[in-house]
């Protein structure tokens, strides 16, 4: 799973980016710590989705 979202990230193909963003999403709110980490920091920088702060710090405090 996490060597699918990298090689997405790494291609910068918009569609590609916000469906492995999307399927970050997924993941954390099924409770997967590391999946949390990674959609706070699409959050914090704007990767696949709009750039929002709050939500960002939400699951990264809940990942740790």
């Not at 963003?21 to 959609?39: C, Q, R």
């Amino acid at each position: 799973f996490r060597l699918y979202v990298l090689i997405i990230y790494i291609k910068e193909n918009p569609t590609k980016v916000k469906e492995g963003t999307g399927l970050f999403k997924i993941s954390a709110d099924n409770g997967y710590v590391d999946s949390m980490g990674e959609y706070s920091i699409s959050l914090k920088n704007g990767k696949g989705v709009e750039i929002d702060y709050e939500e960002a710090i939400k699951y990264y405090t809940k990942g740790i």
